[in-house]
């Protein structure tokens, strides 16, 4: 993907932040969002959650049997039963409805599986637990958003860039902020 983030709280708000995402980015007006039933449990409960005092209608189920008119749709790779299977036919089904996919990746397991970019996704997100980020710094486990360029503006959190401090070595700095904290501070909620 072509951008990430890594200041999400965990896996579940990671996939939750990625629906609200798909909402504001797709081309489909439907208020309607698909999540593999193979997902995390806590993930589904959290996205179902987060989508009922929005209006939007979670549907879990088989993405063998897609419903249409979705405006988005979640995938787990692997997934929760630990079956590791193909969604480029899926996504592109998806796609061609004008709809956006979000696929939670096991990141550890992207040393040796397809990368979700490569199959189709317009969304990644997962838990960085698995490289041993201990609980306790943020939240239960960091998470990371990935995405396309194009929905920059869009990516919940802050973006970190790289640039050259005075001394010309490198340094990091807030490079956008999608909610305006500091801009105009006064009027933030």
Same mark, same amino acid.
């Given at each position: 993907? +072509?951008?990430?983030?890594? @200041?999400?709280? &965990?896996?579940?708000?990671?996939?939750?932040?990625?629906?609200?995402?798909? #909402? /504001?980015?797709?081309?489909?007006?439907?208020?309607?969002?698909?999540?593999?039933?193979?997902?995390?449990?806590?993930? !589904?409960?959290?996205?179902?959650? /987060?989508?009922?005092?929005?209006?939007?209608?979670?549907?879990?189920?088989?993405? &063998?049997q897609?419903? +249409?008119?979705?405006?988005?749709?979640?995938?787990?790779?692997?997934?929760?039963?630990?079956?590791?299977?193909?969604? /480029? +036919?899926? !996504?592109?089904?998806? #796609? +061609?409805q004008?709809?956006?996919? %979000?696929?939670?990746? &096991? !990141? $550890?397991?992207?040393? $040796?599986?397809? @990368?979700?970019?490569?199959?189709?996704?317009?969304?990644?997100?997962?838990?960085?637990? /698995?490289?041993? %980020?201990?609980?306790?710094?943020?939240? *239960?486990?960091?998470? =990371?958003?990935?995405?396309?360029?194009?929905?920059?503006?869009?990516? *919940?959190?802050?973006?970190?860039?790289?640039?050259?401090?005075?001394?010309?070595?490198?340094? =990091?700095r $807030?490079? $956008? #902020?999608?909610?305006?904290?500091?801009?105009?501070?006064e009027?933030?909620?």
């Amino acid at each position: 993907m +072509e951008m990430s983030n890594a @200041s999400m709280l &965990d896996e579940g708000t990671a996939a939750a932040e990625a629906m609200s995402l798909c #909402q /504001r980015m797709s081309k489909s007006k439907s208020l309607r969002f698909f999540v593999d039933s193979d997902c995390l449990p806590q993930t !589904i409960e959290v996205i179902k959650t /987060r989508a009922e005092p929005v209006g939007i209608e979670v549907i879990v189920g088989n993405p &063998d049997q897609l419903p +249409e008119n979705l405006f988005g749709a979640l995938f787990q790779y692997p997934g929760a039963s630990g079956e590791i299977r193909s969604f /480029r +036919e899926v !996504i592109k089904q998806v #796609q +061609e409805q004008g709809a956006l996919v %979000v696929m939670a990746a &096991d !990141i $550890l397991s992207l040393v $040796l599986l397809e @990368s979700p970019g490569s199959l189709g996704a317009d969304v990644v997100i997962g838990s960085t637990q /698995r490289f041993g %980020v201990p609980l306790g710094f943020g939240g *239960p486990h960091a998470a =990371y958003m990935s995405t396309r360029e194009a929905f920059k503006r869009n990516l *919940p959190g802050r973006l970190v860039g790289l640039s050259q401090d005075a001394n010309g070595d490198p340094a =990091y700095r $807030l490079a $956008l #902020q999608t909610r305006e904290q500091h801009i105009r501070r006064e009027k933030a909620t």
